[in-house]
């Protein structure tokens, strides 16, 4: 069995999923549906369920089963190249309605351009977006508005300024949110008025952003309103490209974080940027060029003019951010570890040098305290601010943050992880690309190892990682104290399994794919360096956990919802994150893979612009609990180090 | 007999007096004046009287016999250096008095540094501001305000960043003024921030400008606080440097405006800008050079650092402005003139390229309505909204502007005089420096003119050139056509001044100074081509004050007061200005000189920040009035053109 990343779509959140920085999520074979109930027309990967790409359009489809194709009540109806039906839909659909092309939007995969229509019942309307795995939602009210103005053309009677009628127009047509008086001009837009007016007959479209004008356009582009959000994070930089007439995801687009050139943890690179001539400027101009390459990429992808991007946010930890805004980031190096600022930060593209998307507005989204910033903040507006009232969310990244909420408290930390989780460190570590180990199961008397996109194993990667991990924890290969065994010491071990432990140096080596199989001929093997790098690793996390837990008083029993974060925390396989420790043992139905949470946070920054201010009252509530000095953290840092003697999860 | 401009000082307008490009008003020779009195020590031409050096630091010295040394009233002591008694000083001060440092204001002349003790009863409370020919004061209340606060250092007990530990310091000061939450960090000042806070030992100086925090200083900087007001003149630029500590004017400097290159008027101007490739480009250029160049000169004559300037105002007219802010002037130039904006505008002043007051925030006055701009705003809320219920301001420039006030009700109009007043385009004309005549008397049987510096005539300027054309209508050797009549059409004239009539090339000219008493051995004349550019300006600002008054319903009588402004309105020698018929004849008494209005409203708009607030109402509020298609003023320009036959002024 194998798994294609790009094909399956899984949800929302695999957008984020890194690894592919040479090809989008919407990658080379993008089709294009139309959702004709709708009127809404999205470039969507191919292979996509129509639930994904109802989804990543901002269409909730309700799916009384969770979108596993046994309620059968998710019926959308194809009006032109409906796809064959799956089992499932043959099993649920009558001849008729399959004949009709009517088929289950959870089940149904999208290969060519289609034409589809959501019935009413169904979906919500319009405007909605529905995070993955909680059912927070907003209704569409962007920062960014366009108006449509007719300005009345001068005369000798009517010898107003360009900028004042154009402002009295934009004031008579019906808007009271912006007094005429309230508005300061822009230096480039006045200089430009005179032109844009006259070659549009003065017919011209407004951006506004709150009271700020953003650009005045030739004739009426009210459609063309789009906003970009940024997850910008240690690894990897992902960015979104989101319509903000409806609070659909149009294409998705992620990179490697070039400043991994310059060290690839947060400690290296405030060394770098501390020490090195020119290193916080080096770092600064890295991310900027990246940021200015995937605006334009996304934008390329969805054929969206980058003038017509209006907001950009950006989320990510508060040393990343300090590096996007070139501030100095000496003192985040040291106790106590002080930002030069954590609020929300606004300003123009112009004025960061973020040239691809000129006429934008940025918000750089407030930061908690010590490492933890925008992306927990993100986190936390997107799925812990409703549903359950105690509850965790762990984002599992190179830097992993830990929130616990308890009522109306809430606790956050930052661990530094490493990045074993993103294959780094590791002997055939690798990210979860083409060719990697994303899972490893016990089969009868031998291993299944799971390799993406059906190739030959070229390494493994986080999933795979963990999976492997808690299999050898289960085979008593791996002891609670992390040692790998000696074969001698298994003698019931069945043989084929047995034959994979091997020395070599005199260190004890584990094959999971043997070396006539994997790519490069050589075997693919875990060592007993990179159990001590994951158990690092999960260590610091789950020490985290530990501490917040224990600060909050919530026990795991209290836990109503875990939420696991991060684009690896996507696919994480639950059972075995609990069967190592990584995550405290909670019944399996309470664990939720929410995907990239932070940049579900960022998109909802962009879809309604109260989830700015929510993010601001958030930075400066939630309490920050710094691990670095605390007892409790170095103790339980040294217990869950080790591995738990049993898996105690139901 | 002569004047020398540089050490009569005359009034606070004389600041404001063109033609010393070379040379500031604080000039090479300053001497620093100590007033005890008002703990205040400032810069000040040497040759000042103490109660121009006074007006000039914001202090109102009462002068019941308004300055003319009669009254004995305005007595100050010097505690140090008190100059040589004038003999008006003997007369009015007993022997002791003298002895013991007494002097009279009005007539002692400081001509080395020196202490003087003003008395409490003679003067305001510092912080007002006296504007010059009319009694309107304003509090000193600046936009940019200046807090010390000692910020609490980082400890693992107040992880807080930087920034918010510095905006929870200044909240915490006591200033109820500005909500964190309101405050946006800058960029750049977020940049440079840490190193700040910590080089000063968290002890720093913020600047605000409303909730904007302009810039973050080490120690204790409260005193240093300073304003620029620019008047953006066709021909001349003129600077005042302001201490937005007390309101006083610290130095003033003025320069050609290097735009005079590419035209002498604006009509000119605009073709330039509209026609030529980088047209537009290179007057911006040559306008932002000299604002900087200014901004330099001024700070460097009072020792003040540009980097403790965080203030700018700027008035001009519309075209002026536009130029300083690189909009596209081509519609200025013809009609409906409409203006790409009229509204103020805020910027800082890097956006401008202003790069020598980094850390400012300028403020470019509202316009009015077609030419009339900021500059008659600024003349308005200086001289016309409180005083007079209804009056006449002329505002005497190469682009002159009139307003007429009847109650609530205010006209304006501007009128394209060209620079004859400036001695531009007169045959021996030139500006108010060394060398120009400006003032010609009938004297007995011959006339008299005075130089300016005292030196042999080396041309004529603007004053001289009212005063000598009127006099010559006096003489009847103008008619009230304009004609110069030849020398046997009036045989009674006396010989000395009929000896002066001449003529050269078939034409008739008027020699003022002979060949042997001026700087060039050549005879300094007026000609008939002349009076015909003194007839043009003069008939256009006089038309456009005919037609205001006309369509105001204001009648001469009705006229409680005339305010002639602009530098050259200064020196304006009143009777003659009535003579030559360019101040309707009103008694000389409701005539006042109140030098550079516009560059006061600008000075009053950094001293109080609610003037900026009044100049929006005003530019709202005035009714512009387009002069070029209104029939009234062509015929009113035709009747101006010519002379008055006989001047019916009291």
Not at 104 to 130: K, M
Not at 195 to 213: H, I, S
Request: with cysteine.
């Amino acid at each position: 069995m194998s798994i294609n990343l790009n094909q399956s779509g899984g949800n929302e959140a695999s957008e984020g999923n890194t690894g592919r920085a040479d090809k989008g999520a919407t990658g080379a074979s993008a089709v294009v549906v139309f959702f004709e109930s709708h009127h809404l027309k999205v470039a969507v990967p191919s292979g996509i369920t129509v639930l994904d790409a109802a989804r990543r359009s901002g269409i909730h489809i309700e799916t009384p089963c969770g979108g596993i194709g046994v309620c059968g009540k998710c019926k959308v109806r194809f009006t032109s190249n409906p796809p064959m039906p799956t089992e499932q839909e043959r099993a649920l659909l009558s001849d008729r309605e399959i004949a009709s092309g009517y088929r289950l939007a959870c089940r149904s995969r999208i290969f060519s351009n289609a034409s589809i229509i959501i019935p009413q019942e169904l979906s919500h309307p319009t405007g909605y977006i529905l995070t993955f795995g909680t059912a927070k939602m907003v209704s569409v009210e962007p920062l960014v508005r366009k108006r449509f103005v007719k300005v009345p053309i001068p005369s000798l009677n009517d010898e107003r300024g360009d900028w004042e009628r154009l402002v009295a127009a934009l004031s008579e047509s019906g808007s009271s949110e912006h007094s005429p008086d309230e508005l300061n001009p822009d230096l480039e837009l006045l200089r430009s008025l005179p032109r844009v007016l006259r070659d549009a007959q003065f017919e011209v479209t407004v951006v506004m952003a709150g009271k700020k004008m953003l650009a005045v356009e030739r004739g009426d582009t009210t459609k063309m309103n789009y906003g970009l959000a940024f997850d910008i994070g240690t690894t990897t930089v992902v960015c979104y490209l989101v319509d903000l007439a409806n609070g659909a995801t149009l294409s998705t687009t992620s990179t490697i974080n070039p400043q991994v050139a310059y060290g690839d943890d947060l400690i290296s690179r405030i060394a770098f940027a501390s020490e090195s001539e020119n290193g916080l400027k080096l770092l600064h101009e890295a991310i900027i060029g990246a940021v200015n390459e995937l605006a334009l990429k996304v934008c390329a992808e969805a054929a969206v003019s980058p003038s017509h991007v209006y907001h950009a946010t950006f989320v990510g930890n508060t040393c990343m951010l300090h590096l996007l805004l070139g501030l100095d980031v000496t003192l985040l190096g040291r106790a106590p570890y002080v930002a030069v600022t954590q609020s929300l930060v606004e300003l123009r593209a112009s004025e960061l040098g973020i040239t691809a998307i000129p006429n934008a507005i940025l918000h750089v989204l407030p930061r908690i305290g010590g490492f933890v910033g925008a992306d927990t903040v993100a986190m936390i507006i997107s799925h812990l601010l409703n549903g359950a009232d105690v509850a965790l969310a762990i984002d599992i990244g190179t830097n992993s943050e830990v929130v616990v909420k308890c009522g109306d408290e809430m606790l956050a930390a930052s661990a530094a992880a490493g990045p074993a989780f993103e294959g780094a460190r590791i002997k055939h570590g690798m990210r979860a690309a083409n060719g990697a180990i994303c899972s490893v199961k016990v089969d009868g008397n031998d291993l299944r190892c799971v390799v993406i996109g059906d190739a030959p194993a070229k390494g493994i990667c986080g999933t795979g990682l963990i999976d492997a991990v808690a299999a050898l924890l289960e085979l008593g290969i791996i002891d609670e104290t992390g040692r790998m065994v000696h074969r001698c010491e298994l003698p019931s071990l069945p043989s084929r399994i047995a034959d994979r432990l091997i020395e070599r140096d005199g260190e004890v080596e584990f094959v999971l794919v043997h070396g006539d199989e994997s790519e490069g001929g050589f075997p693919i093997v875990l060592t007993q360096r990179d159990i001590r790098q994951l158990q690092l690793a999960k260590g610091s996390i789950r020490a985290a956990t530990e501490t917040l837990l224990n600060l909050a008083g919530v026990s795991y029993d209290a836990l109503q919802a875990v939420y696991i974060c991060g684009a690896f925390g996507t696919f994480i396989p639950k059972r075995s994150a609990v069967r190592i420790g990584l995550i405290p043992p909670i019944p399996m139905e309470r664990i939720y893979s929410v995907g990239n949470a932070a940049g579900t946070g960022a998109k909802l920054a962009l879809i309604n612009r109260n989830e700015l201010k929510r993010a601001e009252l958030v930075a400066r509530s939630v309490r920050h609990i710094e691990l670095g000095t605390n007892p409790l953290y170095a103790e339980a840092f040294f217990e869950w180090m080790r591995f738990p003697k049993n898996a105690s999860s139901s």
